[in-house]
């Protein structure tokens, strides 16, 4: 079955210190994955996906397929980086998504 | 994005009641996706649908109804209200396709009192 997780719950960090937000994953196939951001009050938004090796707002994340997991980084953390962060799963058929449980990022002063 | 907009935003009820929760997209998305968002659990989907009168259940379903009598318009719907439904509620839409993303609404909070 397909299944994402995300190991923290809640992880503080203060400004200007590294982040990285654990996702790993399961799932017989070549999935697509992302991460969604949802910061106070907002909408969920995509941050970024594996296929376009992108970086935004200073964020990474690099898919391991051997160790199956999707960890999100950024060396230099902000205080506008605070929010909720989903790990999301893509069949590679259909358009449905599988979320984990999300990671709550505090950026301390 | 103005492109799929959910209402009511908040929302109040009783146990035993039914509600129905709105969202419309204005993209011409072939899929729309109902969550629930609850803590420890992330968003976990009820209801999704292909197309127009095209629909199937998620991983949560029980308790729900959806219908999909045209393209931009996914309206869910609680048939008789539980404590348990009390959640934040999004709907998303996304077009057909490898590399195609979920476009979420603002979200519907819903008490059951």
């Known amino acids: 079955a397909q299944r994402v997780t995300q190991p923290e719950k809640l992880l503080s960090v203060f400004k200007g210190a590294p982040v990285e937000l654990k996702c790993n994953y399961s799932y017989s196939g070549s999935p697509e994955l992302f991460w969604y951001v949802q910061y106070s009050r907002q909408r969920l938004q995509l941050l970024l996906r594996?296929?376009s090796r992108e970086s935004i707002k200073g964020f990474t994340a690099d898919l391991n397929k051997g160790e199956t997991s999707f960890h999100l980084k950024k060396p230099f953390a902000q205080e506008e980086d605070s929010a909720m962060y989903y790990c999301?799963?893509?069949?590679?058929?259909?358009?449905?998504?599988?979320f984990g449980p999300g990671t709550r990022l505090s950026v301390l002063p | 994005d103005a492109g799929i907009t959910q209402s009511p935003r908040y929302k109040i009820t009783e146990t035993g009641r039914q509600v129905t929760l709105m969202c419309h997209q204005t993209?011409?998305?072939?899929?729309m996706f109902w969550y629930r968002q609850d803590l420890g659990h992330g968003l976990r989907l009820i209801y999704y649908?292909?197309?127009?009168?095209?629909?199937d259940k998620g991983e949560v379903p029980d308790g729900y109804v959806v219908s999909r009598s045209k393209t931009e318009n996914f309206p869910l719907t609680l048939e008789s209200a539980t404590r348990s439904q009390t959640s934040v509620y999004f709907c998303a839409s996304s077009a057909s396709g490898r590399g195609n993303i979920q476009y979420f609404g603002a979200g519907t909070r819903l008490s059951v009192l």
């Open positions: 649908s292909a197309a127009a009168d095209i629909t």
């Open positions: 999301a799963l893509k069949h590679n058929y259909g358009q449905n998504f599988v």
């Open positions: 594996h296929i």
């Open positions: 993209w011409s998305h072939s899929y």
